[in-house]
Protein backbone atom coordinates (compact mmCIF):
# COMPACT_ATOMS: atom_id res chain seq x y z
CA UNK A 1 0.00 0.00 0.00
CA UNK A 2 1.23 3.51 -1.06
CA UNK A 3 1.02 6.38 1.57
CA UNK A 4 0.78 9.78 0.40
CA UNK A 5 0.90 13.06 2.35
CA UNK A 6 -1.20 15.34 0.57
CA UNK A 7 -1.39 19.07 1.21
CA UNK A 8 -4.41 21.50 0.36
CA UNK A 9 -2.64 24.80 -0.65
CA UNK A 10 -5.26 27.34 0.15
CA UNK A 11 -5.23 31.46 0.16
CA UNK A 12 -5.77 31.33 4.35
CA UNK A 13 -5.35 27.52 5.44
CA UNK A 14 -3.00 24.78 4.23
CA UNK A 15 -5.18 21.34 5.24
CA UNK A 16 -3.16 17.92 4.90
CA UNK A 17 -3.94 14.40 5.51
CA UNK A 18 -1.69 10.96 4.87
CA UNK A 19 -3.78 9.56 2.07
CA UNK A 20 -3.66 5.82 0.47
CA UNK A 21 -3.66 4.42 -3.21
CA UNK A 22 -7.28 4.08 -2.66
CA UNK A 23 -8.17 7.24 -1.98
CA UNK A 24 -8.69 6.64 2.09
CA UNK A 25 -7.46 8.74 4.74
CA UNK A 26 -4.85 6.82 7.00
CA UNK A 27 -5.14 10.26 9.56
CA UNK A 28 -7.00 12.69 10.24
CA UNK A 29 -6.79 15.92 7.80
CA UNK A 30 -4.92 18.76 9.97
CA UNK A 31 -4.94 22.34 9.48
CA UNK A 32 -2.71 25.40 10.17
CA UNK A 33 -2.74 29.16 8.79
CA UNK A 34 -0.88 29.95 5.46
CA UNK A 35 1.72 31.70 5.88
CA UNK A 36 1.72 35.42 4.08
CA UNK A 37 4.99 35.22 3.38
CA UNK A 38 6.90 33.45 0.89
CA UNK A 39 10.20 31.59 3.56
CA UNK A 40 7.74 31.09 6.33
CA UNK A 41 5.51 29.47 3.23
CA UNK A 42 8.04 27.22 2.42
CA UNK A 43 9.24 26.38 5.87
CA UNK A 44 5.97 25.34 6.72
CA UNK A 45 5.91 22.79 4.08
CA UNK A 46 9.19 21.68 5.28
CA UNK A 47 8.24 21.15 8.96
CA UNK A 48 4.79 19.53 7.69
CA UNK A 49 6.48 17.27 5.25
CA UNK A 50 9.39 16.29 8.36
CA UNK A 51 6.94 15.52 10.49
CA UNK A 52 5.51 12.69 8.58
CA UNK A 53 8.30 11.91 6.03
CA UNK A 54 8.99 8.88 7.63
CA UNK A 55 5.17 7.44 7.69
CA UNK A 56 5.00 8.35 3.82
CA UNK A 57 6.09 7.34 0.12
CA UNK A 58 5.92 10.23 -1.24
CA UNK A 59 3.83 14.02 -0.55
CA UNK A 60 1.19 15.20 -3.06
CA UNK A 61 0.22 18.96 -3.21
CA UNK A 62 -3.32 20.72 -4.42
CA UNK A 63 -2.51 24.22 -5.42
CA UNK A 64 -4.84 27.20 -6.80
CA UNK A 65 -2.68 28.02 -10.29
CA UNK A 66 -1.34 26.65 -13.56
CA UNK A 67 0.96 23.57 -12.69
CA UNK A 68 3.88 23.12 -15.33
CA UNK A 69 4.10 19.94 -17.11
CA UNK A 70 6.58 18.02 -15.29
CA UNK A 71 3.98 18.74 -11.51
CA UNK A 72 6.73 20.18 -9.55
CA UNK A 73 5.85 24.30 -10.34
CA UNK A 74 3.21 26.68 -10.23
CA UNK A 75 3.55 28.98 -13.64
CA UNK A 76 0.66 31.15 -13.72
CA UNK A 77 -0.29 34.26 -11.02
CA UNK A 78 -1.72 33.25 -7.36
CA UNK A 79 -2.96 36.30 -6.24
CA UNK A 80 -4.30 34.68 -2.60
CA UNK A 81 -0.37 33.13 -2.22
CA UNK A 82 2.67 34.97 -1.33
CA UNK A 83 4.95 36.68 -4.10
CA UNK A 84 7.47 33.85 -4.74
CA UNK A 85 4.76 31.39 -4.72
CA UNK A 86 5.84 30.59 -8.68
CA UNK A 87 9.68 30.11 -7.37
CA UNK A 88 8.90 27.25 -5.20
CA UNK A 89 10.65 24.18 -7.01
CA UNK A 90 8.14 21.35 -4.50
CA UNK A 91 10.51 18.68 -6.30
CA UNK A 92 13.11 20.04 -3.16
CA UNK A 93 10.82 20.19 -0.43
CA UNK A 94 11.08 16.46 0.27
CA UNK A 95 13.75 13.37 0.56
CA UNK A 96 10.59 11.12 -1.18
CA UNK A 97 9.02 12.23 -4.67
CA UNK A 98 6.72 15.69 -4.35
CA UNK A 99 4.05 15.88 -7.05
CA UNK A 100 1.62 18.66 -7.24
CA UNK A 101 -1.55 19.32 -9.25
CA UNK A 102 -4.09 21.95 -9.65
CA UNK A 103 -6.69 21.57 -7.27
CA UNK A 104 -9.22 21.88 -9.89
CA UNK A 105 -7.92 18.76 -11.86
CA UNK A 106 -6.88 17.02 -8.43
CA UNK A 107 -10.56 17.24 -7.54
CA UNK A 108 -11.64 16.23 -11.01
CA UNK A 109 -9.33 13.16 -10.60
CA UNK A 110 -10.61 12.16 -7.72
CA UNK A 111 -14.65 12.74 -8.58
CA UNK A 112 -12.72 9.53 -11.19
CA UNK A 113 -11.38 7.32 -8.69
CA UNK A 114 -13.98 7.53 -5.33
CA UNK A 115 -17.01 10.18 -6.28
CA UNK A 116 -19.72 10.99 -8.44
CA UNK A 117 -17.86 9.59 -12.01
CA UNK A 118 -16.09 6.14 -11.16
CA UNK A 119 -15.61 3.89 -13.79
CA UNK A 120 -16.86 6.82 -16.77
CA UNK A 121 -13.55 7.49 -18.77
CA UNK A 122 -14.74 10.33 -20.20
CA UNK A 123 -16.37 12.64 -17.32
CA UNK A 124 -15.41 16.38 -17.02
CA UNK A 125 -15.87 18.26 -13.24
CA UNK A 126 -17.25 21.76 -13.19
CA UNK A 127 -17.00 24.09 -10.18
CA UNK A 128 -19.37 26.49 -9.78
CA UNK A 129 -17.96 28.87 -6.53
CA UNK A 130 -16.82 32.42 -6.94
CA UNK A 131 -15.37 31.51 -10.25
CA UNK A 132 -15.68 28.91 -12.18
CA UNK A 133 -13.18 25.98 -12.57
CA UNK A 134 -12.60 22.76 -15.25
CA UNK A 135 -11.64 19.40 -14.75
CA UNK A 136 -11.69 17.09 -18.06
CA UNK A 137 -10.85 13.45 -18.10
CA UNK A 138 -10.51 11.84 -21.62
CA UNK A 139 -9.73 8.36 -22.49
CA UNK A 140 -9.14 7.75 -18.30
CA UNK A 141 -6.62 10.46 -18.56
CA UNK A 142 -6.10 13.86 -16.90
CA UNK A 143 -6.07 16.77 -19.65
CA UNK A 144 -3.78 19.12 -19.08
CA UNK A 145 -2.11 20.15 -22.22
CA UNK A 146 0.87 21.39 -23.76
CA UNK A 147 2.17 23.43 -20.80
CA UNK A 148 0.10 22.24 -17.80
CA UNK A 149 -2.74 25.11 -18.24
CA UNK A 150 -5.43 23.08 -19.98
CA UNK A 151 -8.74 23.31 -18.50
CA UNK A 152 -9.27 26.84 -18.22
CA UNK A 153 -12.86 26.12 -19.13
CA UNK A 154 -13.87 29.32 -16.74
CA UNK A 155 -12.70 31.79 -19.99
CA UNK A 156 -14.57 30.42 -22.36
CA UNK A 157 -16.45 33.17 -24.15
CA UNK A 158 -20.25 32.71 -24.50
CA UNK A 159 -23.03 34.63 -25.61
CA UNK A 160 -21.59 37.90 -26.27
CA UNK A 161 -23.36 40.37 -23.94
CA UNK A 162 -20.58 42.11 -23.00
CA UNK A 163 -19.78 41.74 -19.55
CA UNK A 164 -16.72 42.15 -18.05
CA UNK A 165 -14.93 39.55 -16.06
CA UNK A 166 -12.74 39.96 -13.03
CA UNK A 167 -9.79 38.74 -15.31
CA UNK A 168 -11.00 42.74 -17.06
CA UNK A 169 -11.87 39.81 -20.63
CA UNK A 170 -15.35 40.06 -21.84
CA UNK A 171 -18.10 37.55 -21.84
CA UNK A 172 -15.80 34.79 -20.11
CA UNK A 173 -18.01 31.90 -19.12
CA UNK A 174 -17.08 32.32 -15.81
CA UNK A 175 -18.57 35.92 -14.98
CA UNK A 176 -22.29 34.57 -15.93
CA UNK A 177 -21.92 31.09 -14.42
CA UNK A 178 -20.55 31.45 -11.40
CA UNK A 179 -21.76 32.90 -7.99
CA UNK A 180 -20.30 36.00 -8.92
CA UNK A 181 -21.95 35.87 -12.20
CA UNK A 182 -25.42 35.09 -10.52
CA UNK A 183 -24.82 38.48 -8.12
CA UNK A 184 -23.94 40.29 -11.19
CA UNK A 185 -27.26 39.45 -13.45
CA UNK A 186 -29.21 39.68 -10.16
CA UNK A 187 -27.99 43.82 -10.65
CA UNK A 188 -28.52 44.11 -14.35
CA UNK A 189 -32.08 42.59 -14.41
CA UNK A 190 -32.66 45.20 -11.27
CA UNK A 191 -31.66 47.75 -13.30
CA UNK A 192 -32.99 47.32 -16.90
CA UNK A 193 -36.07 45.30 -16.05
CA UNK A 194 -39.64 46.73 -14.70
CA UNK A 195 -39.93 43.23 -13.07
CA UNK A 196 -37.86 44.35 -9.65
CA UNK A 197 -40.82 47.08 -8.94
CA UNK A 198 -42.95 44.22 -7.69
CA UNK A 199 -40.34 42.42 -6.18
CA UNK A 200 -39.88 41.60 -2.35
CA UNK A 201 -36.31 43.34 -3.63
CA UNK A 202 -38.31 46.39 -4.89
CA UNK A 203 -36.23 48.74 -2.24
CA UNK A 204 -32.92 47.62 -2.03
CA UNK A 205 -30.02 49.02 -4.51
CA UNK A 206 -29.53 46.76 -7.27
CA UNK A 207 -25.65 46.16 -6.33
CA UNK A 208 -26.62 44.84 -2.91
CA UNK A 209 -28.46 41.93 -4.05
CA UNK A 210 -26.81 39.00 -3.10
CA UNK A 211 -26.84 35.82 -4.65
CA UNK A 212 -28.26 34.45 -1.82
CA UNK A 213 -31.49 37.23 -1.68
CA UNK A 214 -31.77 35.15 -5.30
CA UNK A 215 -32.08 31.84 -3.61
CA UNK A 216 -34.63 33.17 -1.26
CA UNK A 217 -36.39 35.26 -3.29
CA UNK A 218 -36.89 32.01 -5.08
CA UNK A 219 -38.46 29.98 -2.47
CA UNK A 220 -40.67 32.48 -1.58
CA UNK A 221 -41.81 32.65 -5.15
CA UNK A 222 -40.55 36.35 -6.39
CA UNK A 223 -40.67 36.46 -9.88
CA UNK A 224 -37.79 38.88 -10.24
CA UNK A 225 -35.74 35.78 -8.84
CA UNK A 226 -37.07 33.57 -10.70
CA UNK A 227 -36.01 35.86 -13.63
CA UNK A 228 -32.46 36.32 -12.41
CA UNK A 229 -31.82 32.93 -11.88
CA UNK A 230 -33.66 31.79 -15.49
CA UNK A 231 -30.75 33.46 -17.23
CA UNK A 232 -28.00 32.83 -15.07
CA UNK A 233 -28.95 28.77 -15.47
CA UNK A 234 -29.34 29.21 -19.13
CA UNK A 235 -25.59 30.94 -19.26
CA UNK A 236 -24.49 27.69 -17.11
CA UNK A 237 -26.41 25.32 -20.01
CA UNK A 238 -24.60 27.22 -22.67
CA UNK A 239 -21.23 26.68 -21.17
CA UNK A 240 -22.12 22.90 -20.73
CA UNK A 241 -23.39 22.02 -24.08
CA UNK A 242 -20.33 23.54 -25.14
CA UNK A 243 -17.87 21.58 -23.43
CA UNK A 244 -20.28 18.49 -23.93
CA UNK A 245 -20.12 18.87 -27.89
CA UNK A 246 -16.46 18.50 -27.88
CA UNK A 247 -15.82 15.58 -24.96
CA UNK A 248 -18.67 13.71 -25.41
CA UNK A 249 -18.29 12.66 -21.93
CA UNK A 250 -20.53 10.01 -19.86
CA UNK A 251 -20.75 12.92 -17.02
CA UNK A 252 -20.32 15.99 -15.76
CA UNK A 253 -20.00 16.61 -11.97
CA UNK A 254 -20.83 19.88 -10.59
CA UNK A 255 -19.23 20.85 -8.03
CA UNK A 256 -18.72 24.06 -5.43
CA UNK A 257 -21.42 26.22 -3.49
CA UNK A 258 -23.65 27.11 -6.54
CA UNK A 259 -24.33 23.45 -7.35
CA UNK A 260 -26.50 22.73 -4.08
CA UNK A 261 -29.13 25.51 -5.72
CA UNK A 262 -29.42 23.36 -9.07
CA UNK A 263 -31.73 20.37 -10.27
CA UNK A 264 -29.06 18.18 -12.04
CA UNK A 265 -31.92 16.24 -13.96
CA UNK A 266 -33.43 19.69 -15.40
CA UNK A 267 -30.36 21.09 -16.27
CA UNK A 268 -29.45 17.32 -17.92
CA UNK A 269 -32.42 17.50 -20.22
CA UNK A 270 -31.87 21.41 -21.33
CA UNK A 271 -28.17 20.18 -22.41
CA UNK A 272 -29.41 16.73 -24.11
CA UNK A 273 -31.89 18.78 -26.21
CA UNK A 274 -29.33 20.75 -27.83
CA UNK A 275 -26.37 19.00 -28.44
CA UNK A 276 -25.09 16.79 -30.97
CA UNK A 277 -23.36 14.16 -29.63
CA UNK A 278 -24.72 11.52 -26.89
CA UNK A 279 -26.53 12.23 -23.82
CA UNK A 280 -24.77 13.59 -21.00
CA UNK A 281 -25.48 12.73 -17.37
CA UNK A 282 -25.38 15.62 -14.88
CA UNK A 283 -23.98 14.47 -11.30
CA UNK A 284 -23.29 16.36 -7.73
CA UNK A 285 -19.66 15.98 -7.06
CA UNK A 286 -19.60 13.64 -3.78
CA UNK A 287 -15.13 13.02 -3.73
CA UNK A 288 -16.18 15.90 -0.71
CA UNK A 289 -14.15 18.92 0.60
CA UNK A 290 -11.01 17.08 0.31
CA UNK A 291 -11.49 16.19 -3.59
CA UNK A 292 -8.18 18.35 -4.64
CA UNK A 293 -6.19 16.60 -1.86
CA UNK A 294 -7.48 12.74 -2.74
CA UNK A 295 -7.36 13.89 -6.25
CA UNK A 296 -3.57 14.68 -5.64
CA UNK A 297 -2.74 12.21 -3.85
CA UNK A 298 -4.35 9.48 -6.09
CA UNK A 299 -2.30 11.09 -9.23
CA UNK A 300 0.93 11.05 -7.38
CA UNK A 301 0.60 7.13 -7.03
CA UNK A 302 0.13 6.80 -10.55
CA UNK A 303 2.57 8.88 -11.62
CA UNK A 304 5.50 6.95 -8.83
CA UNK B 1 5.26 -2.82 -43.75
CA UNK B 2 1.27 -2.79 -43.40
CA UNK B 3 -0.36 -1.80 -46.27
CA UNK B 4 -4.14 -0.44 -45.87
CA UNK B 5 -6.61 0.14 -48.73
CA UNK B 6 -8.01 3.45 -47.75
CA UNK B 7 -11.40 4.32 -48.23
CA UNK B 8 -12.69 8.08 -48.24
CA UNK B 9 -16.54 8.43 -48.95
CA UNK B 10 -17.63 11.13 -50.29
CA UNK B 11 -21.57 12.58 -51.09
CA UNK B 12 -20.63 12.43 -54.39
CA UNK B 13 -17.17 10.29 -55.26
CA UNK B 14 -15.54 7.36 -53.67
CA UNK B 15 -11.50 7.84 -53.61
CA UNK B 16 -9.41 5.24 -53.03
CA UNK B 17 -5.72 4.21 -52.40
CA UNK B 18 -3.30 1.92 -50.74
CA UNK B 19 -1.63 3.53 -47.99
CA UNK B 20 1.24 2.15 -45.82
CA UNK B 21 2.07 2.42 -41.93
CA UNK B 22 3.65 5.76 -42.82
CA UNK B 23 1.31 7.11 -44.52
CA UNK B 24 2.79 6.60 -48.00
CA UNK B 25 1.02 6.30 -51.27
CA UNK B 26 1.50 2.95 -52.68
CA UNK B 27 -0.60 3.50 -55.20
CA UNK B 28 -2.37 5.92 -57.56
CA UNK B 29 -5.76 7.31 -56.20
CA UNK B 30 -8.38 5.99 -57.83
CA UNK B 31 -12.37 7.59 -57.86
CA UNK B 32 -15.88 6.47 -58.55
CA UNK B 33 -19.16 8.31 -57.67
CA UNK B 34 -20.44 7.39 -55.11
CA UNK B 35 -24.14 5.26 -55.59
CA UNK B 36 -27.03 6.79 -54.88
CA UNK B 37 -29.20 3.95 -53.03
CA UNK B 38 -27.44 1.68 -49.98
CA UNK B 39 -27.53 -1.86 -51.89
CA UNK B 40 -25.14 -0.41 -54.54
CA UNK B 41 -23.14 1.12 -52.37
CA UNK B 42 -22.15 -1.99 -50.48
CA UNK B 43 -21.62 -3.75 -53.76
CA UNK B 44 -19.22 -1.31 -54.75
CA UNK B 45 -17.44 -0.79 -51.01
CA UNK B 46 -16.92 -4.49 -51.65
CA UNK B 47 -15.75 -4.48 -55.13
CA UNK B 48 -13.13 -2.04 -54.32
CA UNK B 49 -12.14 -4.14 -51.39
CA UNK B 50 -12.32 -7.45 -53.77
CA UNK B 51 -9.70 -6.05 -56.42
CA UNK B 52 -7.28 -4.86 -53.57
CA UNK B 53 -7.72 -7.67 -51.04
CA UNK B 54 -4.61 -9.72 -51.76
CA UNK B 55 -2.34 -7.13 -51.43
CA UNK B 56 -3.11 -5.44 -48.33
CA UNK B 57 -3.75 -6.01 -44.61
CA UNK B 58 -6.73 -4.10 -43.51
CA UNK B 59 -8.82 -1.86 -44.57
CA UNK B 60 -9.93 2.09 -43.21
CA UNK B 61 -12.70 3.97 -44.26
CA UNK B 62 -12.94 7.85 -43.23
CA UNK B 63 -16.45 8.83 -43.69
CA UNK B 64 -18.93 11.44 -42.80
CA UNK B 65 -21.18 11.53 -39.83
CA UNK B 66 -19.96 9.84 -36.28
CA UNK B 67 -18.45 7.42 -36.07
CA UNK B 68 -19.33 4.43 -33.09
CA UNK B 69 -16.93 3.59 -30.38
CA UNK B 70 -15.78 0.52 -31.93
CA UNK B 71 -14.94 2.29 -35.18
CA UNK B 72 -17.86 -0.33 -37.48
CA UNK B 73 -20.40 1.75 -37.97
CA UNK B 74 -21.44 5.62 -38.44
CA UNK B 75 -24.41 6.29 -35.51
CA UNK B 76 -25.34 10.22 -36.68
CA UNK B 77 -27.10 11.16 -39.64
CA UNK B 78 -25.54 11.87 -42.96
CA UNK B 79 -27.66 13.28 -45.10
CA UNK B 80 -25.43 13.16 -48.45
CA UNK B 81 -25.30 9.52 -48.70
CA UNK B 82 -27.80 6.86 -49.05
CA UNK B 83 -30.56 6.44 -46.53
CA UNK B 84 -29.63 2.45 -44.45
CA UNK B 85 -26.19 3.99 -44.28
CA UNK B 86 -26.37 3.97 -40.50
CA UNK B 87 -26.89 -0.23 -41.11
CA UNK B 88 -23.80 -0.33 -42.70
CA UNK B 89 -21.77 -3.30 -40.58
CA UNK B 90 -17.60 -2.20 -41.87
CA UNK B 91 -16.28 -4.67 -40.57
CA UNK B 92 -18.59 -7.51 -42.33
CA UNK B 93 -17.26 -5.87 -45.43
CA UNK B 94 -13.66 -8.08 -45.60
CA UNK B 95 -12.31 -10.79 -44.49
CA UNK B 96 -9.14 -8.68 -43.23
CA UNK B 97 -9.78 -6.15 -40.40
CA UNK B 98 -11.90 -3.10 -41.44
CA UNK B 99 -12.05 0.38 -39.46
CA UNK B 100 -13.70 3.46 -39.94
CA UNK B 101 -13.08 6.46 -38.66
CA UNK B 102 -15.22 9.71 -38.82
CA UNK B 103 -13.51 11.84 -41.94
CA UNK B 104 -12.35 15.19 -39.97
CA UNK B 105 -10.61 13.08 -36.84
CA UNK B 106 -8.92 11.21 -39.89
CA UNK B 107 -7.37 14.46 -41.27
CA UNK B 108 -6.55 15.92 -38.02
CA UNK B 109 -4.72 12.48 -37.01
CA UNK B 110 -2.71 13.32 -40.41
CA UNK B 111 -1.95 16.20 -38.90
CA UNK B 112 -0.31 14.63 -36.53
CA UNK B 113 1.11 12.17 -37.81
CA UNK B 114 2.55 13.50 -41.31
CA UNK B 115 1.52 17.01 -41.53
CA UNK B 116 1.51 20.15 -39.85
CA UNK B 117 1.25 19.28 -36.12
CA UNK B 118 4.33 16.21 -36.19
CA UNK B 119 5.38 15.39 -32.91
CA UNK B 120 3.15 17.92 -31.03
CA UNK B 121 1.01 15.51 -28.59
CA UNK B 122 -1.74 18.13 -27.93
CA UNK B 123 -2.97 19.89 -31.40
CA UNK B 124 -6.33 20.31 -33.01
CA UNK B 125 -7.31 20.68 -36.60
CA UNK B 126 -10.43 22.59 -37.38
CA UNK B 127 -11.49 22.70 -40.89
CA UNK B 128 -13.36 25.56 -42.33
CA UNK B 129 -15.88 24.83 -44.87
CA UNK B 130 -19.51 24.78 -45.93
CA UNK B 131 -19.03 23.76 -41.89
CA UNK B 132 -16.77 23.81 -39.39
CA UNK B 133 -15.30 20.53 -38.35
CA UNK B 134 -12.83 19.69 -35.64
CA UNK B 135 -10.34 17.07 -34.47
CA UNK B 136 -8.49 16.90 -31.46
CA UNK B 137 -5.03 15.21 -30.52
CA UNK B 138 -5.16 14.98 -26.92
CA UNK B 139 -1.78 13.55 -25.28
CA UNK B 140 -1.07 11.51 -28.45
CA UNK B 141 -4.56 10.29 -28.80
CA UNK B 142 -7.62 10.81 -31.04
CA UNK B 143 -10.26 12.05 -28.70
CA UNK B 144 -12.94 10.20 -29.35
CA UNK B 145 -15.64 10.55 -26.11
CA UNK B 146 -17.88 7.85 -25.06
CA UNK B 147 -19.69 7.39 -28.45
CA UNK B 148 -17.08 7.92 -30.44
CA UNK B 149 -19.18 11.53 -31.41
CA UNK B 150 -16.43 13.91 -29.72
CA UNK B 151 -15.12 16.73 -31.23
CA UNK B 152 -18.37 18.77 -32.73
CA UNK B 153 -16.64 22.02 -32.24
CA UNK B 154 -18.68 23.21 -35.21
CA UNK B 155 -21.98 23.17 -32.45
CA UNK B 156 -20.40 25.29 -29.57
CA UNK B 157 -22.47 28.38 -29.24
CA UNK B 158 -21.03 31.59 -29.26
CA UNK B 159 -21.28 35.09 -29.03
CA UNK B 160 -25.59 35.48 -28.87
CA UNK B 161 -26.20 37.48 -31.58
CA UNK B 162 -29.07 34.76 -32.13
CA UNK B 163 -28.25 33.60 -35.91
CA UNK B 164 -29.68 30.16 -36.81
CA UNK B 165 -26.99 27.21 -38.03
CA UNK B 166 -28.21 25.12 -40.48
CA UNK B 167 -29.03 22.80 -37.90
CA UNK B 168 -31.94 24.91 -36.56
CA UNK B 169 -29.88 25.53 -33.24
CA UNK B 170 -29.17 29.39 -32.52
CA UNK B 171 -25.28 30.74 -32.75
CA UNK B 172 -23.45 28.09 -33.60
CA UNK B 173 -19.69 28.67 -33.85
CA UNK B 174 -20.34 26.82 -37.45
CA UNK B 175 -22.64 29.29 -38.73
CA UNK B 176 -20.21 32.24 -38.36
CA UNK B 177 -17.24 30.80 -38.68
CA UNK B 178 -17.37 28.93 -41.80
CA UNK B 179 -17.95 29.72 -45.38
CA UNK B 180 -21.52 29.73 -45.41
CA UNK B 181 -20.95 31.97 -42.06
CA UNK B 182 -18.99 34.90 -44.06
CA UNK B 183 -21.79 34.82 -46.52
CA UNK B 184 -24.38 35.53 -43.91
CA UNK B 185 -22.16 38.16 -42.18
CA UNK B 186 -21.87 39.95 -45.53
CA UNK B 187 -25.97 39.49 -46.03
CA UNK B 188 -26.78 40.57 -42.69
CA UNK B 189 -23.71 43.75 -42.78
CA UNK B 190 -25.44 44.76 -45.91
CA UNK B 191 -28.72 45.04 -45.07
CA UNK B 192 -27.80 46.25 -41.50
CA UNK B 193 -24.92 48.56 -42.45
CA UNK B 194 -24.56 52.24 -44.15
CA UNK B 195 -21.53 50.95 -45.50
CA UNK B 196 -22.96 49.35 -47.87
CA UNK B 197 -23.94 52.35 -49.70
CA UNK B 198 -20.21 53.27 -50.84
CA UNK B 199 -19.81 49.33 -51.80
CA UNK B 200 -18.44 47.97 -54.89
CA UNK B 201 -21.06 45.89 -54.42
CA UNK B 202 -24.20 49.02 -53.88
CA UNK B 203 -26.32 47.54 -56.19
CA UNK B 204 -26.23 43.52 -55.15
CA UNK B 205 -28.78 42.16 -53.45
CA UNK B 206 -27.86 41.64 -50.13
CA UNK B 207 -28.59 37.47 -50.42
CA UNK B 208 -26.71 37.88 -53.28
CA UNK B 209 -23.38 38.52 -52.48
CA UNK B 210 -20.92 35.96 -52.11
CA UNK B 211 -17.97 34.79 -49.93
CA UNK B 212 -15.76 35.10 -53.05
CA UNK B 213 -16.79 38.86 -53.29
CA UNK B 214 -16.09 39.53 -50.18
CA UNK B 215 -12.43 37.85 -50.84
CA UNK B 216 -12.46 40.08 -54.06
CA UNK B 217 -13.37 43.19 -52.44
CA UNK B 218 -11.17 42.95 -49.86
CA UNK B 219 -8.22 43.19 -52.61
CA UNK B 220 -9.75 45.81 -53.91
CA UNK B 221 -9.98 47.45 -50.87
CA UNK B 222 -13.60 47.49 -50.28
CA UNK B 223 -14.63 49.12 -47.41
CA UNK B 224 -17.91 47.18 -47.04
CA UNK B 225 -15.93 43.65 -47.59
CA UNK B 226 -13.07 44.45 -44.83
CA UNK B 227 -16.07 44.95 -42.55
CA UNK B 228 -17.92 41.86 -43.36
CA UNK B 229 -14.40 40.00 -43.33
CA UNK B 230 -13.19 41.31 -39.95
CA UNK B 231 -16.62 40.16 -38.03
CA UNK B 232 -15.74 36.91 -39.80
CA UNK B 233 -12.07 36.86 -38.41
CA UNK B 234 -13.45 37.95 -34.89
CA UNK B 235 -15.94 35.17 -34.51
CA UNK B 236 -13.61 32.66 -35.81
CA UNK B 237 -11.06 33.60 -33.57
CA UNK B 238 -13.62 33.89 -30.29
CA UNK B 239 -14.38 29.59 -31.25
CA UNK B 240 -10.44 29.51 -31.55
CA UNK B 241 -9.61 31.06 -28.03
CA UNK B 242 -12.07 28.97 -27.08
CA UNK B 243 -10.84 25.61 -27.56
CA UNK B 244 -7.26 26.81 -26.93
CA UNK B 245 -8.37 27.95 -22.48
CA UNK B 246 -9.75 24.33 -22.35
CA UNK B 247 -7.09 22.35 -24.59
CA UNK B 248 -3.70 24.48 -23.93
CA UNK B 249 -2.61 23.10 -27.52
CA UNK B 250 1.21 23.60 -29.08
CA UNK B 251 -0.86 23.63 -32.31
CA UNK B 252 -4.16 24.71 -34.07
CA UNK B 253 -4.11 23.16 -38.02
CA UNK B 254 -6.41 25.24 -40.33
CA UNK B 255 -7.59 23.02 -43.28
CA UNK B 256 -10.45 23.45 -45.48
CA UNK B 257 -11.40 25.91 -48.33
CA UNK B 258 -11.48 29.15 -45.76
CA UNK B 259 -8.14 28.79 -44.94
CA UNK B 260 -6.10 30.16 -47.98
CA UNK B 261 -7.88 33.76 -46.93
CA UNK B 262 -6.53 34.15 -43.62
CA UNK B 263 -3.11 35.34 -42.26
CA UNK B 264 -2.12 33.08 -39.40
CA UNK B 265 0.31 35.11 -37.98
CA UNK B 266 -2.62 37.33 -37.58
CA UNK B 267 -4.99 34.75 -36.12
CA UNK B 268 -2.23 33.23 -33.95
CA UNK B 269 -1.82 36.88 -32.21
CA UNK B 270 -5.30 37.75 -31.50
CA UNK B 271 -6.14 34.92 -29.76
CA UNK B 272 -2.51 34.77 -28.17
CA UNK B 273 -3.84 37.74 -26.46
CA UNK B 274 -6.84 36.74 -24.88
CA UNK B 275 -5.94 33.35 -23.80
CA UNK B 276 -4.95 32.32 -20.35
CA UNK B 277 -3.03 29.66 -21.38
CA UNK B 278 0.27 28.93 -23.48
CA UNK B 279 0.70 30.33 -26.65
CA UNK B 280 -0.42 28.31 -29.59
CA UNK B 281 0.94 28.05 -32.90
CA UNK B 282 -1.54 28.53 -36.00
CA UNK B 283 -0.43 26.70 -39.10
CA UNK B 284 -2.40 25.86 -42.32
CA UNK B 285 -2.71 22.04 -43.10
CA UNK B 286 -0.47 20.23 -45.07
CA UNK B 287 -1.41 16.63 -45.38
CA UNK B 288 -3.30 17.41 -48.35
CA UNK B 289 -6.88 16.34 -50.31
CA UNK B 290 -6.45 13.09 -49.28
CA UNK B 291 -5.35 13.85 -45.35
CA UNK B 292 -8.87 11.64 -44.19
CA UNK B 293 -7.74 8.63 -46.04
CA UNK B 294 -4.20 8.54 -44.89
CA UNK B 295 -5.50 9.17 -41.45
CA UNK B 296 -7.96 6.46 -41.50
CA UNK B 297 -5.02 4.42 -42.65
CA UNK B 298 -2.59 4.89 -39.95
CA UNK B 299 -5.46 4.82 -37.35
CA UNK B 300 -6.37 1.37 -38.57
CA UNK B 301 -2.62 0.61 -38.39
CA UNK B 302 -2.59 1.50 -34.82
CA UNK B 303 -5.75 -0.74 -33.92
CA UNK B 304 -4.75 -3.99 -35.74
Known amino acids: MTKVLAIDVGGTKLSYAIINDNGEFLSE?????????????????????????????????????????????????????????????????????????????????????VGSAIGEDNNITITLGTGVGGGFIVGGRLLRGKSGRGGEVGSIKINGRGRICTCNRKDCWESYASGTGLKKTAEEVA??????????????????????????????????????????????????????????????????????????????????????????????AKAGNYAGMIGAALLACQKY
Open 191 to 284: IGDEIIKTSIYKDKKAQEITTYDIIDGLKKGDEYSKKVFNIWKQDLITGLLNITNIFDPETIVISGGMGEFIDTDEIANAVNNEIVVAPVKIKL
Open 29 to 113: VKKTSTPKNIEELVQTFKNIIVENENDIDMTAFATAGAVNIENTKVDSSTPNLPKGYNDIDFSTLSKKPVFVENDANAAAWAEYK
